[in-house]
């Protein structure tokens, strides 16, 4: 069975970095489009970047130019670069794998912190 296992986040100042890993097993990463979602407190979820399996991206407004998604096929990882972190990016991030004809998948959550 398919299965999504995110590591990164944690706490960062302002103006800091952090990457984001997702790895999936080989059958998932070779035909899914993967991305994150992100849910802040007393917020919904929202898309963040996405990545289909062709390599084309798409990214919220909020994250352009700071956040910069990619896929290792070889590795069967996708990867979430982020730059330039503001306190408002601070939420639980998801790993996602989407298919239109097939269910999705969902990593556990990972919290990202961006705090002075």
């Known amino acids: 069975q398919g299965q999504l296992v995110e590591s990164g986040g944690g706490l960062v100042q302002p103006g800091g970095s952090l990457r984001l890993s997702c790895a999936a097993s080989?059958?998932?990463?070779?035909?899914?489009?993967m991305g994150w979602y992100r849910q802040a407190t007393g917020k919904q979820r929202e898309l963040v970047a996405i990545?289909?399996?062709?390599?084309?991206?798409n990214y919220a407004d909020s994250v352009k130019g700071r956040f910069t998604i990619s896929r290792d096929n070889a590795e069967n990882t996708a990867y979430l670069q982020m730059n330039n972190l503001r306190p408002e990016d601070t939420a639980v991030y998801f790993c996602?794998?989407?298919?239109?004809?097939?269910?999705?998948?969902w990593g556990q959550g990972t919290q990202v912190t961006v705090s002075s």
């Open positions: 996602v794998a989407e298919h239109p004809l097939e269910r999705d998948y």
């Open positions: 080989r059958s998932i990463f070779a035909i899914y489009a």
């Open positions: 990545i289909t399996a062709g390599g084309n991206t």
